[in-house]
């Protein structure tokens, strides 16, 4: 009996490897499709994947459903993948999720909701997500507004490469909101943002007098 249980737990694993190699194989011809523009066989290449608990695969199928990518569109779908890889931890897919939620695609409008996805994306560094945690406490949504939270998210994100959070970050500097007026720390965060091809923090340095 021992021996039997011991050949049934190898052969299980085994079984889990061999999944695990076919699935990495769905996965790189996937990629292969989308560099060949292929966009119906990239989203059909994720589903199977996306199906036996890939989380980076349930994000990119998401995606696809969001985004229209050789499917049709369909927010309830975006969702449903974009809750699968978010609950595993898939920081992207957290962000991702948070944003349905703020804008009430495929799910009811919800801040609290939203932030609550964009805090667990924050808590792994996504840039994105802290630029979203910054909006949330600039406009209240979800949140008490404060300006001083909002720039304190904003910075994270900027100090990251982040354009938005670099042009928002100036704006706050540049308006006084949530931190000490300065033209100087203004002009040298929305450059940033400019210098990243920011149209909105281009136009700002030429109102500001300090495009180049």
């Known amino acids: 009996m021992k021996k039997f249980a011991l050949f049934l737990v190898v052969f299980i694993c085994a079984q889990c490897v061999v999944l695990g190699q076919n699935m990495e194989k769905l996965m790189d011809k996937a990629e292969i499709a989308l560099d060949n523009y292929d966009y119906k066989k990239y989203a059909k290449l994720l589903k199977k994947p996306a199906m036996n608990g890939i989380a980076e695969a349930q994000y990119k199928l998401a995606n696809c459903y969001h985004k229209e990518i050789g499917v049709a569109q369909n927010y309830e779908e975006a969702v449903k993948w974009f809750v699968k890889a978010a609950e595993q931890g898939h920081a992207a897919a957290q962000n991702n999720l948070g944003n349905c939620y703020l804008a009430g695609q495929g799910v009811a409008q ?73 033209d100087t720390e203004a002009i040298i965060w929305i450059r940033k943002a400019a210098d990243q091809g920011h149209a909105k923090a281009i136009g700002a340095l030429k109102t500001m007098g300090a495009y180049y």
């Not at 909701?113 to 802290?130: F, G, I, N, P, V």
């Not at 904003?154 to 540049?174: H, S, T, V």
């Open 110 to 182: 919800n801040y609290e909701e939203a932030l609550k996805w964009y805090r667990k994306s924050a808590e792994q560094e996504t840039d994105a997500a802290q630029y979203n945690i910054g909006n949330c406490y600039y406009n209240g949504w979800g949140v008490d507004q404060s300006y001083t939270e909002a720039v304190k998210w904003f910075r994270k994100a900027a100090e990251q490469g982040y354009a938005k959070a670099q042009y928002n970050l100036g704006i706050c500097y540049r308006m006084g909101n949530g931190i000490e007026q300065s």
